[in-house]
């Protein structure tokens, strides 16, 4: 059994979080797809701030597996150095408990070339961290998957062919890359048949998505995407386990919305805002990849009901509540005009209401939906269940 917990906006939505509190209710955590774009943010119980790229957002759960799945592009510096830096400064190593697919692509030097000069044509506002570049790899057939990083035999001349494309060097970046697949050879395996064995054992498992629905590289404002599929419909494909397997799909999103890069962002406040303002700053909405502002807004409730649509959520969680309360005065998207210009419902809240389930109560009758958790901060204990 398989549950998949999704963001149902553009990405931010706290998803880390919510991972990391519920992985203790399963035995595998699994991330399906997104690379080395994603920041999950999570905190250990000393309030330590971790910013994750590419492990699961369950590290901090030591007895539990941790598994990076086929559909995820891994860029083996940034997940070497993930793992290194977990071990020497917060005392975590993986022993039996790291599992990484043979059949995820590999980032390379030259990909990050590509998606450096792609962005100065195309202006997405990408992270470039070589995402797209590396699922192009992919989808052209020339892309080099784990299972050959960690074959030294194949590597020289996959390395060769790919490097060829912008007449780089491939033996300045030969020995690091080999190193690097020496070092993850332990972990690397087919975690397909090790999921599919574990389930009938009847483990539980969670799959974590990264970015949000509305990058969706199909269903999100395209071309302003990431480069692949954010939605749970793709899940079990990122990890190679049957659609039926799946039984719950957890929805996060955000008490306001966020972006960052380009693209449309229909409830978007004005940066001189003191609406604008207090959310950045008392929300701290900045890229936790790349540190960049995320640019903020109201609620959006029809970008909502999209993303349930397409998801059909079993139940929702709300995050980043807390920040509302330093608002006089809330704004929810309720409709677009055809003249592109919004209209709003609007709250009045003073600081002690802001967790008065009316509001929650109104979004669900809106979204057609239970909240089930509401996120009160950002350290793991800062949360509400509200069917308690």
Known sequence: MADVLIGLQWGDEG?????????KDYDIIARFQGGGNAGHTIY????????????????????????LGNGMVIDPEILVNEILNLKDKHNIEFFGNL????????????HLIEDEENEKFMKIGTTKKGIGPTYCSKYKRDGIRMGDLVNS????????NLMSRKIL????????????????????????????????KEKKILLEGANGTMLDIDHGDYPYVTSCNTLAAYAPLGVGIPLTEIKNIIGVFKAYSTRVGAGPFPTELKQTSKEFRILQEKG????????????????DLVQLKQAIAL????????????????????????????????QYDKFTVHGEMINDQGFFRYIEK??????????????????????D
Request: aromatic share 12%; charged share 25%; glycine share 6%.
């Open 99 to 110: 599992l990484i697919s043979n059949k995820a692509h590999v980032t390379f030097p030259i």
């Open 366 to 387: 809106s979204l057609g939906k239970e909240i089930r958790y509401v996120s009160t901060g950002p350290l793991n204990d800062q949360i509400i269940k509200l069917t």
């Open 169 to 200: 060097n491939f033996y300045s970046f030969y020995d690091k890359y080999r190193n690097f697949g020496d070092y993850l050879a332990g972990f690397t395996c087919d975690t397909s048949d090790y999921l599919l064995k574990e389930i009938k």
């Open 153 to 160: 035999s194949e590597l020289m001349a996959k390395m060769s």
């Open 44 to 67: 250990t119980e000393k309030q330590e701030k971790l910013v994750l790229h590419h492990l699961p957002s369950s590290v901090l759960h030591q007895d539990k597996i941790h598994l």
């Open 284 to 299: 701290q909405e900045y890229g936790a990849t790349t540190g960049r502002p995320r640019r903020c807004g109201w609620l």
């Open 311 to 342: 998801n059909n959520p079993t139940y929702l969680v709300i995050t980043k509540i807390d920040i509302l309360r330093y608002l006089s005065k809330l704004k929810v998207c309720k409709q677009y005009s055809s003249f592109g210009q919004l």
């Open 15 to 23: 998803k880390g979080k919510i991972t990391n509190y519920l992985a």
